[in-house]
């Protein structure tokens, strides 16, 4: 397998087993929650259209899941002080909880998938995803976008 592929192959299996846990969990939130709140939780303040962008979702589609995350309590929205007419959006502590109780699920329901996996492969496992760790630190930028 190719470089490229590898990588591919290792975000799509990612992507698959969270969506594997969520359904075995009975979790009904949509990813798109955790990928911002994610998003926010190592993040100043953000930008509608920058998280929108970082969450690689529609302007409008964020608008309407952080008005959801902000009804539920999971984040805050407020005007941006350099420009009125930006919303800027903070993940609160109880949106830190629930990501952490979201991802506590995640290990709890996977972890018999992986039960039978060598310590060498938990090595091979434990490198690839500092690998992956540090090559996906992007952060939203600030822009002139709502």
């Known amino acids: 397998m190719e470089r490229a592929e590898v990588v591919a192959s290792l975000i799509l299996s990612a992507h698959a087993l969270a969506r594997i846990a969520a359904q075995d969990a009975g979790n009904e939130a949509p990813s798109a929650q955790w990928r911002v709140l994610s998003i926010l939780e190592n993040s100043a303040p953000v930008r509608i259209g920058d998280l929108a962008?970082?969450?690689?979702?529609?302007?409008?589609?964020?608008?309407?899941?952080?008005?959801?995350?902000?009804?539920?309590?999971?984040?805050?929205?407020?005007?941006?002080?350099?420009?009125?007419?930006?919303?800027?959006?903070?993940?609160?502590?109880?949106?830190?909880?629930?990501?952490?109780?979201?991802?506590?699920?995640?290990?709890?329901?996977?972890?018999?998938?992986?039960?039978?996996?060598?310590d060498d492969d938990w090595l091979a496992l434990e490198r690839a995803a500092?690998?992956?760790?540090?090559?996906?630190?992007?952060?939203?930028t600030t822009g002139d976008s709502e």
């Open 53 to 118: 962008r970082a969450a690689r979702t529609t302007q409008p589609g964020t608008t309407r899941l952080v008005g959801e995350l902000e009804r539920t309590g999971l984040v805050v929205r407020a005007s941006d002080p350099q420009d009125s007419r930006a919303t800027l959006v903070t993940i609160t502590a109880q949106g830190r909880q629930a990501l952490e109780d979201w991802r506590v699920e995640l290990r709890t329901t996977l972890a018999p998938r992986f039960a039978d996996v060598s």
């Open 130 to 140: 500092d690998l992956l760790r540090t090559h996906s630190t992007e952060r939203p």
